[in-house]
């Protein structure tokens, strides 16, 4: 499964830009936030559901309800569709990266979906 992620990962990370948005890999995202605060992304991970709603880096962290790698997901949807569709699966989130007091977040959330499959959450 990590040579699967890994490889998944880099392929983001080479298909260079896509409608704005920039590919980035999840230790990407933690580990030099600040470039790419207020960038359109696209990064996949474990989406999973705890005391709200995360990408986690893989699901033993999510399991473990390891914060240091997550970053939080922004449901603004009326009903949480959101969440509810795409909880517990490996998933490419395209959004916003924000960091507000020193938290990471991805808003503005456009589409998630697991790769080969149609999204589970698509924006109007």
């Known amino acids: 499964m990590k040579r699967i992620m890994l490889l998944l990962c880099l392929t983001l990370v080479s298909c260079g830009k896509d409608d704005g948005i920039t590919p980035v890999s999840f230790v990407q995202l933690l580990s030099n936030p600040g470039k790419l605060e207020g960038k359109r992304v696209s990064v996949f991970g474990f989406f999973a559901v705890g005391v709200g709603a995360e990408l986690f880096i893989d699901k033993v962290h999510a399991q473990f309800g390891d914060g240091a790698s997550a970053i939080t997901v922004i449901d603004t949807t009326e009903n949480g569709e959101m969440t509810f569709n795409c909880q517990g699966k490996y998933v490419i989130i395209k959004a916003t990266f924000d ?6 977040s991805l808003k503005d959330v456009e589409r998630i979906y697991e790769p080969g499959k149609p999204p589970c959450f698509a924006s109007q």
């Open 99 to 104: 960091m507000h007091r020193g938290l990471h």
